[in-house]
T-cell receptor, first 114, second 117 residues
Framework: NAGVTQTPKFQVLKTGQSMTLQCAQD?????MSWYRQDPGMGLRLIHY???????DQGEVPNGYNVSRSTTEDFPLRLLSAAPSQTSVYFC?????????????FGPGTRLTVL | KQEVTQIPAALSVPEGENLVLNCSFT??????LQWFRQDPGKGLTSLLL?????REQTSGRLNASLDKSSGRSTLYIAASQPGDSATYLC????????????????FGQGTTLQVKP
């Protein structure tokens, strides 16, 4: 199993550009989440999904969209990039509820918005 | 609002030393407490998960305890090794009322550990 994969690893955007961060898992996990990690702020939940077709907002959802058309994929879309979205983004998945089951994290995408 | 704090932010110890990492949370109504390890430039790896009804969990040289009444969790690392050098994060799963637990983890900022040979 590849586990949780994320692409790209690095990305530089200009303010106002849009892009999609890809996340895929091959463990048939129902739960998938997106976090951002910033110095001094820890990890913060952006959006999460409890299964295909079901998504919900986390702690910091503004400026981001998600969809879950398949169990395997959970892309994160930045609609109009802003410098405040410069961060490291992690995708995670778990078989059961994230609060009770082990979460598996991807290697992250380092995004810089100029 | 649940807040999770980890002190110290950084710790450096000689190899072989036993050490304790601290995690405190403000709201005792947590669902569980998890400890993660993060290596530089990598994602997080789950180490231990303690349910709210438990007091501790052990995995090899790691032991995590949970005291809900005092709002504290500790991660004990026995006989530390250079390979233990990493950032350790704790996360509390907040108990959501009404709609049930939605699995939202609140993370601390982490303690960066360096074990010197």
């Amino acid at each position: 199993n590849a586990g949780v994969t994320q692409t790209p690893k690095f990305q530089v955007l200009k303010t106002g550009q849009s892009m999609t961060l890809q996340c895929a898992q091959d463990m048939n996990h129902e739960y998938m989440s997106w976090y951002r990690q910033d110095p001094g702020m820890g990890l913060r939940l952006i959006h999460y999904s409890v299964g295909a077709g079901i998504t919900d907002q986390g702690e910091v959802p503004n400026g981001y969209n998600v969809s879950r058309s398949t169990t395997e994929d959970f892309p994160l879309r930045l609609l109009s990039a802003a410098p405040s979205q410069t961060s490291v983004y992690f995708c995670a998945s778990s078989a059961g509820h994230p609060s009770t089951d082990t979460q598996y994290f991807g290697p992250g995408t380092r995004l810089t918005v100029l | 609002k649940q807040e999770v704090t980890q002190i110290p932010a950084a710790l450096s110890v000689p190899e072989g030393e036993n050490l304790v990492l601290n995690c405190s949370f403000t709201d005792s109504a947590i669902y569980n407490l998890q400890w993660f390890r993060q290596d530089p430039g990598k994602g997080l790896t789950s180490l231990l998960l303690i349910q709210s009804s438990q007091r501790e969990q052990t995995s090899g040289r790691l032991n995590a305890s949970l005291d809900k009444s005092s709002g504290r969790s500790t991660l004990y690392i026995a006989a530390s090794q250079p390979g233990d050098s990493a950032t350790y994060l704790c996360a509390a799963a907040r108990l959501e009322h009404g709609s049930g637990n939605t699995g939202k983890l609140i993370f601390g900022q982490g303690t960066t550990l360096q074990v010197k040979p």
